[in-house]
T-cell receptor, first 115, second 114 residues
Framework: KNQVEQSPQSLIILEGKNCTLQCNYTVSPFSNLRWYKQDTGRGPVSLTIMTFSENTKSNGRYTATLDADTKQSSLHITASQLSDSASYICVVSANYGGSQGNLIFGKGTKLSVKP | DAGVTQSPTHLIKTRGQQVTLRCSPKSGHDTVSWYQQALGQGPQFIFQYYEEEERQRGNFPDRFSGHQFPNYSSELNVNALLLGDSALYLC?????????????FGEGSRLTVL
């Protein structure tokens, strides 16, 4: 069964600190992996998209890594800011011709950044 | 350039009623997908529309139906509302039809069923 598991479920850190969020998946055949940031009550916003051949991708203070062999991804946030408080959702695309219906969403990690 | 717009932003219905949610895709996009997101959960795929036809459907009952118009905008209809239909309904658009391209989400429509 195609699944995306994220950990931790929630995380509290102090402003200025770094943190790493984890995503493990059992999606096959794999097409790409995405990280989204979702503020409470808002729509998700794309942070990164990585294909099989990409190991690392950065977007400002966000750096995503992908290990397609172990089927693991991480999202590292550097020098956290209060505005980073949000849910971070890992989404894996299965390669069945690429329809959006083959996107498998994780439940997200809720990050709270405290002053 | 307007992104994905959804309406209404919030609405309250009672059990058994029907609701229609609307979505206008990002300019240049031709594919619209709808997702249901319960509190504390990830979005669940409802269905996808491309060229005015439902192309793929998730595990949702027939009470959930949709439509895509020639201008690529879309509607999601839910009949015979249940308490469990209370959720944030997200619309996402892309420009690659069947292919899995960059998805842009709207801000969602928060439905509360009493």
């Amino acid at each position: 069964k195609n699944q995306v598991e994220q950990s931790p479920q929630s995380l509290i850190i102090l402003e200025g600190k770094n943190c790493t969020l984890q995503c493990n998946y059992t999606v096959s055949p794999f097409s790409n992996l995405r990280w989204y940031k979702q503020d409470t009550g808002r729509g998700p916003v794309s942070l990164t998209i990585m294909t099989f051949s990409e190991n690392t991708k950065s977007n400002g203070r966000y750096t995503a890594t992908l290990d397609a062999d172990t089927k693991q991804s991480s999202l590292h946030i550097t020098a956290s800011q209060l505005s980073d408080s949000a849910s971070y959702i890992c989404v894996v695309s299965a390669n069945y011709g690429g329809s959006q219906g083959n996107l498998i969403f994780g439940k997200g990690t809720k990050l709270s950044v405290k002053p | 350039d307007a992104g994905v717009t959804q309406s209404p932003t919030h609405l309250i219905k009672t059990r058994g009623q029907q609701v229609t949610l609307r979505c206008s895709p990002k300019s240049g996009h031709d594919t619209v997908s709808w997702y249901q997101q319960a509190l504390g959960q990830g979005p669940q795929f409802i269905f996808q529309y491309y060229e005015e036809e439902e192309r793929q459907r998730g595990n949702f009952p027939d009470r959930f139906s949709g439509h895509q118009f020639p201008n690529y905008s879309s509607e999601l209809n839910v009949n015979a509302l249940l308490l469990g239909d209370s959720a944030l309904y997200l619309c996402a658009s892309s420009s690659l039809g069947f292919r899995t391209g960059e998805l842009f989400f709207g801000e969602g429509s928060r439905l509360t069923v009493l």
